[in-house]
C-alpha cells in the first residue's frame, strides 16, 4: 500500500504544539519520533490486550522507517526493546516498575533512550514515572489507545505507581515530548471503555464552552458511529481529509476541544495552583464513590455520577438551574454513562452493595484540592461555565444533604423563625402535559419549540424512548429552556435495543400504542420491538389496553407476565384502528393512549368504551384538547365514544407546557396545614388539568381562604391544629391530589363531630407507581393515625399534631413521587423531624422539590443515609431482599392434569393428608347442571361446555365455601379455554396454589380408553398432550411428578408404586405448605457440623438409582446439578418443555430414592458449570421449574441481572434460596470491595449466602478464613475455594458444605472432598475430638451395637469409637458418664435402664413415659455468664426404630390402621404402645399371660391413650393392622387364626434370636408383612446414631455389616 500522508491536528501545549491527533498515524509516530526525538534506543511498551492488534504492525514499521532514516542520514539505526505487561491497574507498580528497570540496565541502556507508552492510563502513567527516573530523566512519548487516556491521563504530564497506601501516591510531573492521539485505536475500544472516556469529554466540555457541549448533545448518534460501527472497506479512512466521514469529523472535534481545554489549563497550571483543579469537576464526589466501588465500576462511570452530584449540589445552593442539570443527566445518559448509584446498569454490575455517605465523605476528606478540613468542590453556574476560576468551598452539611438517599424534613413550628409567612413560585410544567405534547411533536409534521417542559425522569424516558423509535429529531435552545423538535410525521422504526422506562406509567401506557404504529421491521434489525420498566413498572397492569390493541389486529406478546410489562410488539402494517372497545375503568391512560395514535390508523378509529365507569375522565379531556391544539378532531359520540379524525398532527411554531396542577397542590398544602400564605402563579381556573380546583374543592372546605384567578392560586391556612375534616368527598376528577388531601386529613380536628375524612373515587389509584390507597393507609398509621381503605377510596381520623409521632425507619415512598411529596407535607409539622426514603423519587415530577421546598418554602432539611457503613453485616437471618409473595396455606388447592393422571385418587389423598375437603369439578358440574358430562356434550358440544367448565371453576374460587381448605380436581380439558386459564393464574397471583400432576404419558395411555363415562378426544392422545402442556405450566405454580417404575398387567400402576407416590406426594404437599419444610439446621451451636451435601454428576439418575443410597450417606441434602444432567437429543433441542419433562422425572427419581432435601442447581458456564451464559431466560425457566417442584432449595447464580432473580425470590415459596457467586476468572479476591459488592447481592437475595473462589496457595484459605470472620454475625454462607489448594477451605467450612463421593463418576468441582475426607482431617486439625461411646449393661458380650456404630462411625470418617461397659450396677459407669471429657453417649440395657435416670440433667419425655432409657446423650447450653454447661440428656429410642420399620410397609402411613396388638407388659412393652400412639393408632389393644401385669401397664398410659387389656386372644373380637411381640422367642408363642382375618398387616416381633421367630413364620403364612427384631435393633441404634452425631446414618452399609456379623 502507498505511503499515505495523514492531515493531522496539533494542540499546543507549555509552548509547543506537541499533541497530535488524526486518524492511521502509525508511520507518522514513528517518522517524526525518529526524526524530532533522536535517539540510540527506544523502548515500547505495551499490554497483552493491544500487543496482538497493534505491536507487530508498530515493529515493522519501526524497522522499515529507522532503515530509511538511517541511509539518508548515513547513521546507525536505533535499538527497539519491546516490552508487554499484564493489564489492569496492578500493572502500576514498584515490583513492575523495578523490572522493567532491571531488564533495559541488563541490555545496556543508557541515558540515550526515548519511551513510548502505548496504552492507556496505567501504561502512561507507569512508563512515564520510569522515563521520568531513569538515568535520572529521559524522553518519553505518549500513544494514548483509549479515549479515557486520549483525553485526560496523557496530557499534562502526571506520571505515578500504586502502593499498598494508595494509588498514584509515588509519582513526578514529567511532560511527555509527544502525545499522539491516532483516533482509529478507538474503534477496537469495547463499548463501556469508550462511555468510559465520554465522561472526561462531557466533564470538560460542561466546565468549559457551551458551543462544545452542544456538539455533544447533537451530535452523540454520530459519535458512536464513529467508534463502535466504524468497519469501511476504504483503505485508512479518514487519514485525508477528503476520505474522511462527517462522523468521524466530528468525533475529531470533541476530542479536540477537550484535549485544547486541558492543554490550556496545564499550561496556564501545570502543577495544580488553581486553575487545574477546574478538571476535577465531578471528582471530588466521582473519586469517593470510585474508592469504594472499584473495580466493579469504571473511573469515567463514576465520574459520570459524581458531574451529577456535584450539579445538583451547585443546583441546590442556588448556582445552577434544573434545565442545565436536566441537559447534563441526558448528555452522560445518551453515552450509555450512569447518573446515579441506583440505576439498572450500576446494580448489575455492584450488586447490592451500599456507597454509604459516611464512607464517601471519609474518602473525600484526602483530597488535594481541599483546604485544610474544609472540602472544596468545582460548581457551575451554567452549562460550559464554573462559578469560580478554582473549586469552591462547600460545608459538608451541603455535600451530605446532595448526597444522602433519604431526607430529614424538620418541622417549621420548631425553628427558631417558625414557618415561611408568604411564600410565591411557579410549579415545574406538568408531566401530563409534557408527555402529550412530546409525543404529539414528535408525530406531528412541522417544526414546534417546547417550554417549560418538565426536566424529570418521565419526561426523559419519554423523549429517550421516542429517540429510540427514530420519530423525530430533537435539538435544545435556549441553554436548554426550549426543546425544538422537527416531527417524523409518524415514522417509525423497530429499535435496535429494548426501550426501557423505569417506573414511567404515562410513557409506558403511551408507548405501547406507539409501537403497534411501526410498519414493518427492517432487514438485519430486530424483528419486533420491546417495551420494559423496573421492577415496580412490570406489577402495573396494561391487560386493558392489550386486549384492546390486539382486538385491533395488534401483535403484542408479554414476555413475562400475561398482561405486563415487558412486552414485545411485532410490526403488522403500521396500527390498524377500526372500532375498538377498551376497558377504562382502570386508567384513563389507556384511552389517551389509543386516542393519540388514532389519527395514524390504517382505518378511521370508533374507540368506545366499556366495563363499567369511565376513571378520571379530565385526562382524557386534557388529551383531546392537546389533539385538537395540533389539527386533529375528535367526535363524542353516544355511550363514551369517541370517533378520531384521520391525519397527520401539524405542529405550530411554539407550544407553552402548563404547570404542573398536582405538584401544585403540595406547596399550597403546606400553606394549609402550617397557617401560612402561598401564592401558585402558574395555575388557576383556565386550567387544563383537573388537580387545578384541589384549592377551591378541598383546601376551602377545610378552613382555608382561597383566592383564585384564571392563572394563579393563593392559599392562606387557618392557625395550626384548626383545619376541618372532609366528611365525603369524591376526587375522582383529581384523583392525583388525594394523597395531598389524605395527609391534611390526618391533622384536621372537629370538636363537635367525628373528625373523620372519607375521599372515594380514587379506585385508580390502586394501579399507579404502586397502590397509593393502601400506601397511604400503612404509611399514616405509622405514625400513629388511624386510617382504613374504602372500595373506591380511603377513610382518616384526624390527629392533634403533637400527638403524631414519625416513625423512626421514616416512610417508606414505594419509588412514588406523590407519596414522597405528599408526607413532606406532613413532616413540615410532625414533631422532632420525619424521615423521608428514596428521596430522588420526586425527580419523576419535580426534580428541585427538595431544593425548594428548603430555600423557597423555609423548610429545613437535613441529609440522612440509613444504609449501611462499609464492613457492617446484616444481622437479619432469612432476610431477603425484594418482594416475597407470600402464599396462604388454607387457601384452597386446585389441581389440573390430562385425564388419567390420577387427579382424583391423588387428590382425595392430598386432602386426607393436609386435612382438606375434596371437591371434583366435574362432578360439581353435573351436580349444577343435573346433566351428565357425556350427555352434556353430545348435546350441546365441546365448546359449550368448555365455556360452562370455566364458568364453574370461576364459581368455586369465588365461594367462600370452597374458597379455603379444599382440595378442587379439574377435568383434563380445564386448560383449553383462555378465560380459564386467566382465572388460574390469577388466583396463583392471589396467593393460591395451582397444582399440576403429571405422570408419564405413555403409562396413562395404556389404560385411557377404559373410561366410556367422556367422549375421547376425537384425536391423538399424545397430540392432545403436546397442545395442553404448555397450557398447565403456564396456569401452575406447583407441579408434582408422579413417578412411577413401571405398569402391571391391564396398565395399571402396582400398588407398591402408588403406596411411593402417596408417600412422594405427601412429603411435597407438607413441604408447600410449610408444614414440614426438610431444611436442613444450620442454626448457631447445632450438633453434626460440618453439614454438607452431595453434589451428583451423572447424566441419568435412573442408571445409578441403586447407588443413590450409597452416594448420599451421610449427606444432609443431595444437589441435583440440572447442567450435568443428558442434554435433549438435537430434535429436542428447541422443545424446551420435553426436556422439563426429563428433569422433573430426574427429580422424581432422587426423591423416591432418598428423603434428605434437595440442592436444585443450573450452574452457568462462567460460574464453573455447564448453561449457556447467554440464555438468562432459559436459566430462570429451570429454577422456576426448582420451585415448582418443591425443591427445599434452589441455587440462584447472582451473576445474573437483578430483575431475572428478583422475579425468582418473589416466587420462591418454602424454597430457600442459595445465592451464589463462583469466582472462576479471579476477579473478587477475598475481602476485595468487588467481593463485598457480590456478598450485598447474595445477602440481599439469598436465605444462605455462597461465596466460591480459586486458590492457588495457601495464603488464599487464610484470606478466606479471614473474611469469614468478618461474616460471623451475618447469614449463614458457604465459602470456599476450589482447586486442590483449596481444600482446606472446604474442611474449615461449616456449612452445607458441597461433597463427592467415591462412587461417582467424577466430582463436581475440582478439589472436591467426600465427607469421610473431611471429617478425617477435621479430627487431624483438632476441630473434631475423637469421642468414647458405650454400651452399658449386662450380660453385653454379643451384643450387635459396637459393630453398628463403629461401622457407621467408620463410613463417615469419624474419629469415635463405641465399646463395651459391662457392669451389674450402674455407678460402676460414674466415671465413664461424669468425668470422662472424652464421653459421647451411651447405649443402656438391662439391667440399668431406670437407674441410669439419677445421673442425667434431662430424660425426653417420650422415655419419661416409656419409663426407661436407652441412651444418653451429651449437649452443651450457654448458661448467662457465656460459659457452656455439660448435660447428659437421656431418650428411648426403641420406639423409633419400631416405627421407622412399621410405618413404610403401610398402604397409607397418613391414614394408619384403626386398631393395634401389643403382647408382653415389660419394659419394651412400653416403647411398643408409644410407637403405636405415635403413629396415630386410636385403639390399642394389650396381652399378657399374666392379666394383672397388662392392668397395671395400662394405667402408666390412661392420660395419653386408650390401651384395652385383653383377658383371651381366643375370645377377643379385634382385627389388628399392627402387631408388637415383646415375648421372649422360646415362649413360642402363636396367635390364633382369627386374629389374621381381617385386613392383611404388619407384625413385629422384638425377639432377634433366632430371626424369624414361630409367631413371624406363622404371621407370613398368612400374608402379613413381617418385622424382625434384628431390624428394629438397628433401626434403633440407628436412631442413637444420629442423635450422637446430628448426621443421618449410613444406614445401608450399616445393617448390611450388622446382619453379616450376626449370621456369623
Not at 437 to 445: K, M, P, V, W
Not at 537 to 554: D, V
Not at 1469 to 1474: E, K, L, N, S, V
Request: charged share 25%.
Amino acid at each position: 500500500m502507498a505511503r499515505v500522508d495523514p492531515d493531522v491536528s496539533k494542540v499546543s501545549i507549555l509552548g509547543s504544539e506537541s499533541i497530535i491527533l488524526g486518524f492511521h498515524l502509525t508511520e507518522y509516530i514513528i517518522r517524526d519520533v525518529l526524526s524530532s526525538i533522536p535517539a540510540s534506543n527506544y523502548v515500547l511498551i505495551t499490554d497483552t490486550n493491544l500487543a496482538p492488534l497493534y505491536l507487530s504492525n508498530y515493529v515493522e514499521v519501526f524497522k522499515k522507517v529507522s532503515s530509511e532514516l538511517a541511509q539518508q542520514n548515513g547513521a546507525k539505526e536505533p535499538r527497539l526493546f519491546t516490552r508487554v505487561l499484564p493489564p489492569g491497574e496492578l500493572s502500576k507498580s514498584r515490583k513492575t516498575k523495578d523490572d522493567i528497570e532491571d531488564w533495559l540496565l541488563s541490555n545496556a541502556v543508557t541515558r540515550d533512550t526515548c519511551f513510548l507508552a502505548m496504552g492507556g492510563g496505567v501504561i502512561g502513567d507507569l512508563v512515564g514515572f520510569v522515563a521520568a527516573t531513569f538515568m535520572r530523566g529521559v524522553s518519553f512519548v505518549q500513544i494514548p489507545t483509549t479515549l479515557l487516556a486520549m483525553v485526560d491521563s496523557s496530557i499534562g504530564g502526571k506520571t505515578a505507581i500504586d502502593t499498598p497506601a494508595g494509588k498514584n501516591l509515588i509519582g513526578a510531573f514529567w511532560q511527555p515530548k509527544r502525545i499522539f492521539m491516532d483516533l482509529v485505536f478507538l474503534q477496537s475500544l469495547p463499548e463501556r471503555e469508550f462511555a468510559n472516556g465520554m465522561a472526561e469529554v462531557v466533564k470538560t466540555a460542561a466546565i468549559w464552552n457551551e458551543s462544545d457541549f452542544v456538539k455533544l448533545e447533537t451530535g452523540v448518534d454520530a459519535v458512536r458511529e464513529a467508534v463502535l460501527n466504524s468497519d469501511s472497506t476504504i483503505p485508512l479512512q479518514g487519514a485525508k481529509l477528503e476520505t474522511r466521514t462527517e462522523e468521524q469529523g466530528l468525533l475529531l472535534d470533541v476530542i479536540l476541544a477537550s484535549a485544547r481545554v486541558k492543554a490550556e489549563v496545564v499550561t496556564n497550571d501545570e502543577r495544580e495552583g488553581g486553575l487545574r483543579g477546574l478538571l476535577n469537576f465531578g471528582h471530588s464526589i466521582g473519586h469517593g464513590i470510585e474508592a469504594l466501588v472499584s473495580p466493579l465500576m469504571l473511573h469515567g462511570e463514576c465520574v459520570s455520577i459524581g458531574i451529577m452530584k456535584e450539579a445538583e449540589l451547585s443546583r441546590n445552593l442556588g448556582h445552577l438551574s434544573q434545565v442545565a442539570v436536566g441537559r447534563l443527566a441526558r448528555c452522560l445518559s445518551s453515552y450509555g454513562l450512569p447518573i446515579t448509584l441506583d440505576e439498572k446498569k450500576v446494580k448489575d454490575r455492584i450488586g447490592n452493595m451500599h456507597c454509604h455517605v459516611d464512607d464517601i465523605m471519609e474518602v473525600m476528606k484526602v483530597d488535594k484540592k481541599n483546604q485544610g478540613d474544609k472540602k472544596r468542590i468545582v460548581l457551575l453556574s451554567a452549562v460550559g461555565k464554573t462559578l469560580e476560576k478554582r473549586a469552591s468551598i462547600v460545608s459538608d452539611v451541603d455535600i451530605y444533604k446532595v448526597l444522602a438517599p433519604e431526607q430529614l424534613v424538620l418541622p417549621v413550628t420548631e425553628s427558631a423563625n417558625g414557618p415561611r409567612k408568604e411564600v410565591t413560585l411557579t410549579t415545574p410544567g406538568s408531566k401530563s402535559i409534557s408527555n402529550r405534547a412530546l409525543l404529539i411533536a414528535a408525530l406531528g409534521q412541522g417544526t414546534i419549540r417546547l417550554t417549560n417542559l418538565l426536566h424529570s425522569d418521565d419526561t426523559q424516558y419519554m423523549l429517550a424512548a421516542l429517540q429510540q423509535l427514530n420519530a423525530a429529531d430533537f435539538e435544545w435552545e435556549d441553554n436548554g429552556d426550549t426543546l425544538v423538535v422537527h416531527g417524523g410525521a409518524g415514522r417509525l422504526v423497530v429499535p435496535e435495543k429494548e426501550v426501557y422506562i423505569g417506573n414511567a406509567g404515562t410513557a409506558s401506557r403511551f408507548l405501547t400504542s406507539v409501537l403497534t404504529m411501526i410498519p414493518k421491521a427492517e432487514e438485519n434489525k430486530p424483528n419486533a420491538a420491546i417495551l420494559t420498566g423496573n421492577a415496580r413498572m412490570k406489577q402495573r397492569p396494561i391487560e386493558p389496553l392489550l386486549k384492546a390493541l390486539t382486538s385491533s389486529g395488534a401483535q403484542i406478546k408479554s414476555l413475562e407476565k400475561e398482561g405486563f410489562l415487558p412486552i414485545a410488539v411485532t410490526p403488522t402494517g403500521g396500527f390498524k384502528g377500526g372500532r375498538i372497545e377498551l376497558s377504562a375503568s382502570i386508567s384513563s391512560q389507556y384511552v389517551s393512549s389509543i386516542l393519540l395514535c388514532a389519527p395514524y390508523a390504517v382505518e378511521p378509529v370508533e374507540l368506545a368504551l366499556v366495563g363499567g365507569q369511565v376513571i378520571s375522565q379530565p385526562y382524557i379531556d386534557m388529551t383531546i384538547a392537546m389533539m385538537e391544539s395540533f389539527g386533529i378532531s375528535v367526535e363524542r359520540l353516544e355511550n363514551n365514544t369517541y370517533k378520531i379524525q384521520q391525519g397527520a398532527y401539524q405542529n405550530p411554531e411554539h407550544y407553552i407546557v402548563e404547570s404542573d396542577a398536582s405538584s401544585a397542590t403540595y406547596p399550597l398544602a403546606i400553606a394549609a396545614i402550617t397557617g401560612t400564605t402561598c401564592t401558585v402563579t402558574s395555575i388557576g381556573s383556565k386550567s387544563l388539568q383537573g388537580d387545578a380546583t384541589f384549592a377551591v374543592n378541598v383546601l376551602r372546605p377545610m378552613g382555608c381562604i382561597v383566592e383564585q384567578t384564571e392563572t394563579s392560586t393563593t392559599v392562606r391556612g387557618p392557625p395550626i391544629d384548626q383545619l376541618k375534616p372532609l366528611p365525603t368527598i369524591d376526587m375522582e376528577t383529581m384523583t392525583d391530589a388525594f394523597l395531598t388531601a389524605s395527609v391534611l386529613a390526618a391533622v384536621t380536628s372537629d370538636p363537635q363531630g367525628e373528625n373523620i375524612t372519607r375521599i372515594t373515587g380514587i379506585a385508580n389509584q390502586r394501579v399507579k407507581e404502586c397502590n397509593r390507597i393502601a400506601a397511604m393507609v400503612h404509611e399514616l398509621t405509622k405514625f400513629g393515625v388511624t386510617a382504613s381503605e374504602l372500595p373506591d377510596g380511603i377513610q382518616i381520623h384526624g390527629k392533634p399534631i403533637k400527638d403524631l409521632k414519625a416513625p423512626k425507619e421514616g416512610v417508606h415512598c414505594y419509588d412514588d413521587h406523590r407519596i414522597a411529596m405528599s408526607f413532606s407535607v406532613l413532616a413540615s409539622i410532625v414533631p422532632h423531624g420525619t424521615i423521608i426514603q428514596e428521596k430522588k423519587c420526586v425527580e419523576k415530577t419535580w426534580p428541585t422539590w427538595w431544593d425548594d421546598l428548603e430555600h423557597k418554602m423555609g423548610v429545613r432539611i437535613n441529609g440522612v443515609d440509613l444504609g449501611k457503613k462499609k464492613g457492617q453485616v446484616s444481622n437479619v437471618l432469612g432476610r431477603v431482599g425484594g418482594k416475597t409473595n407470600k402464599m396462604d396455606h388454607q387457601k384452597s388447592i386446585v389441581i389440573i392434569g390430562m385425564r388419567g393422571v390420577g387427579k382424583t385418587t391423588l387428590g382425595q389423598h392430598a386432602a386426607e393428608v393436609l386435612g382438606f375437603q375434596f371437591i371434583d369439578v366435574d362432578q360439581h358440574f353435573e351436580k349444577v347442571q343435573k346433566i351428565t358430562i357425556f350427555d352434556f356434550i353430545n348435546t350441546w358440544g365441546w365448546e359449550k361446555f368448555r365455556v360452562k367448565e370455566a364458568e364453574t371453576l370461576q364459581e368455586l374460587l369465588s365461594n367462600p365455601q370452597y374458597h379455603r381448605n379444599y382440595i378442587i380436581a379439574c377435568g383434563g380439558g380445564i386448560v383449553e379455554p383462555e378465560g380459564s386459564r386467566a382465572v388460574l393464574k390469577d388466583y396463583c397471583r392471589q396467593g393460591g396454589k395451582v397444582l399440576h400432576l403429571v405422570r408419564d404419558m405413555d403409562h396413562v395411555a395404556s389404560y385411557l380408553n377404559r373410561d366410556t363415562t367422556r367422549p375421547m378426544y376425537g384425536e391423538d392422545m399424545m397430540g392432545v398432550w403436546k397442545r395442553r402442556r404448555g397450557w398447565y405450566r403456564e396456569a401452575c405454580n406447583f407441579e408434582f411428578v408422579a413417578h412411577a417404575s413401571s405398569l402391571v398387567e391391564g396398565g395399571w400402576v402396582s400398588p407398591r408404586d402408588w403406596v411411593a407416590i402417596k408417600k412422594d406426594l405427601q412429603r411435597f404437599l407438607l413441604f408447600i405448605t410449610g408444614r414440614k419444610t426438610n431444611h436442613v439446621d444450620i442454626t448457631s451451636g447445632r450438633i453434626g457440623v460440618p453439614t454438607t451435601f452431595v453434589a451428583l454428576t451423572m447424566k441419568d439418575l435412573s442408571v445409578h438409582q441403586d447407588r443413590l443410597v450409597e452416594i448420599c450417606e451421610g449427606a444432609d441434602a443431595v444437589e441435583l446439578r440440572v447442567d450435568l444432567l443428558k442434554q435433549p437429543e438435537d430434535e429436542q433441542k428447541d422443545d424446551i418443555k420435553s426436556y422439563i419433562e426429563y428433569v422433573g422425572e430426574q427429580l422424581a427419581i432422587l426423591r423416591r430414592t432418598v428423603s434428605i432435601p434437595v440442592v436444585f442447581t443450573v450452574r452457568s458456564k462462567g460460574q464453573a458449570g455447564t448453561f449457556s451464559d447467554e440464555d438468562e431466560k432459559g436459566m430462570f425457566e429451570l429454577l422456576q421449574w426448582g420451585q415448582r417442584w418443591g425443591c427445599e432449595y434452589v441455587d440462584v447464580e447472582i451473576c445474573w441481572s437483578n430483575s431475572a432473580i428478583e422475579n425468582i425470590v418473589a416466587t420462591k415459596g418454602e424454597s430457600m434460596i442459595l445465592a451464589s457467586w463462583h469466582d472462576v476468572r479471579c476477579q473478587t479476591p477475598w475481602g476485595s470491595t468487588a467481593l463485598e459488592a457480590r456478598y450485598e447481592t447474595a445477602d440481599k437475595y439469598g436465605d444462605i449466602i455462597k461465596l466460591v473462589g480459586v486458590a492457588k496457595s495457601m495464603s488464599d484459605n487464610i484470606a478466606l478464613e479471614n473474611y469469614r470472620a468478618t461474616k460471623s454475625e451475618g447469614k449463614p454462607m458457604i465459602a470456599i475455594n476450589m482447586g486442590a489448594a483449596g481444600q482446606l477451605s472446604r474442611v474449615l467450612n461449616e456449612v452445607l458444605t458441597p461433597t463427592c463421593h467415591p462412587a461417582l463418576p467424577h466430582k463436581a468441582a475440582p478439589g472436591q472432598l467426600s465427607l469421610a475426607e473431611i471429617n478425617t482431617a477435621r479430627h487431624l486439625l483438632g476441630l473434631l475430638p475423637a469421642k468414647k461411646f458405650w454400651l452399658i449393661g449386662t450380660p453385653i458380650q454379643h451384643s450387635m451395637s459396637p459393630t453398628l456404630h463403629n461401622t457407621g462411625f467408620g463410613a463417615l470418617g469419624l474419629p469415635h469409637n463405641y465399646g463395651l461397659l459391662e457392669c451389674h450396677m450402674v455407678e460402676y459407669v460414674e466415671d465413664a458418664l461424669l468425668k470422662d471429657p472424652e464421653f459421647g453417649g451411651a447405649s443402656v440395657t438391662i439391667p440399668h435402664k431406670v437407674n441410669i435416670m439419677k445421673y442425667l440433667d434431662e430424660v425426653k419425655e417420650s422415655a419419661k413415659i416409656i419409663g426407661a432409657v436407652n441412651t444418653v446423650f451429651v449437649r452443651h447450653e450457654q448458661k448467662e455468664d457465656g460459659s457452656l454447661q455439660r448435660k447428659l440428656i437421656g431418650e428411648n429410642t426403641d420406639y423409633i426404630g419400631i416405627m421407622r420399620r412399621v410405618q413404610p410397609l403401610m398402604q397409607d402411613p397418613t391414614n394408619p390402621p384403626e386398631q393395634g396388638l401389643v403382647l408382653g407388659s415389660g419394659g419394651t412393652a412400653r416403647a411398643a404402645i408409644y410407637a403405636l400412639h405415635s403413629m396415630g393408632i386410636k385403639k390399642i389393644y394389650l396381652w399378657n399371660r399374666t392379666t394383672s401385669k397388662a392392668q397395671e401397664l395400662k394405667q402408666v398410659f390412661e392420660s395419653l391413650c386408650d390401651v384395652t387389656v385383653l383377658e383371651s386372644l381366643d375370645s377377643a373380637k379385634i382385627e389388628p393392622g399392627v402387631i408388637v411381640s415383646t415375648v421372649p422367642a422360646e415362649s413360642g408363642l402363636e396367635l390364633p387364626g382369627h386374629i389374621y382375618s381381617g385386613i392383611k398387616g404388619i407384625i413385629c416381633d422384638m425377639a432377634y434370636k433366632p430371626r424369624r421367630t414361630k409367631l413371624l413364620l406363622q404371621a407370613f403364612a398368612k400374608g402379613w408383612s413381617c418385622v424382625e427384631g434384628i431390624e428394629v435393633l438397628i433401626s434403633q441404634g440407628i436412631a442413637q446414631f444420629e442423635i450422637w452425631t446430628g448426621k443421618p446414618a449410613p444406614i445401608q452399609r450399616i445393617e448390611d455389616e450388622v446382619l453379616r456379623k450376626y449370621e456369623l
